[in-house]
């Protein structure tokens, strides 16, 4: 991107390595900020999630124990000061507290009280009424989110879900000043709510042990 590619081009690279990333919600903000367009932005979620899809759908049957077939956990925390890129594979042992090949910032819904649910918008509205930072992480620690599951399917082998949460949504929402702990939360939050989704659907296939 800051050397002049243009989106489509690295769209196309990223469609033919089948390369996937597990990003946190605040790498959007930084990779925007990077100059990568939010189209950019948006088919890296997109595949993060459909590489999630097949995993829980088929379990290790995906992908087995190849590392780098899973999404690739990255560390963009240098970025901005140097422009360093840390990607690693994820751990593809058996677990009995994530899915293999989920990044190590997964977790489930289970501290979630399912009759509290939360909307981004009602996220949105809450920063902007002075909720602290504390307060946002209590809420999406405990609130399930609602409204980002079955919004739209994308055609393909096997239909899958479109993301509820798009990765140019969470550049916004750090322009409108959320905090990135807040952004991580939020994906986090998300992928639980979207993995839950699918195990339900599938019976539970592709959990682990």
């Known amino acids: 991107s800051q050397r002049g590619d243009s989106p489509a081009s690295i769209l196309n690279a990223l469609r033919v390595s089948r390369t996937s990333f597990a990003l946190r919600g605040s790498d959007f903000a930084r990779l925007r900020a990077a100059g990568v367009s939010d189209a950019v932005l948006d088919h890296l979620q997109q595949g ?6 097949l995993i829980i759908r088929r379990g290790m049957a995906a992908y087995g124990r190849c590392g780098p077939c899973y999404p690739q956990q990255v560390d963009l925390g240098s970025l901005e000061t140097n422009g360093s890129v840390v990607q690693t594979s994820p ?4 677990r009995t507290d994530r899915p293999v090949g989920l990044p190590e910032w997964y977790r489930s819904t289970a501290g979630f009280n399912p009759r509290s649910a939360i909307t981004i918008e009602e996220l949105r509205v809450l920063h902007r009424t002075g ?4 307060a946002l992480l209590q ?6 989110l609602s409204g980002v599951i079955g919004i739209g399917l994308r055609s393909g082998v096997h239909s899958t879900l479109a993301a509820g949460v798009s990765g ?3 550049a916004d ?3 409108e000043g959320l905090p990135d702990s ?4 939020l994906q986090a939050n998300y992928l639980a709510v979207f993995v839950d989704h699918l195990a339900r659907r599938t019976g539970g296939a592709g959990l682990g042990p």
Not at 48 to 53: M, N, R
Not at 139 to 144: D, G, I, K, S, Y
């Open 139 to 144: 809420q999406l620690a405990t609130r399930p």
């Open 131 to 134: 909720q602290t930072e504390e």
């Open 173 to 175: 929402l750090h322009k």
């Open 182 to 185: 807040v952004l991580d939360a």
């Open 91 to 94: 751990d593809t042992s058996l």
């Open 48 to 53: 993060f999630l459909d590489d999630v899809t």
């Open 168 to 170: 140019s949504t969470f």
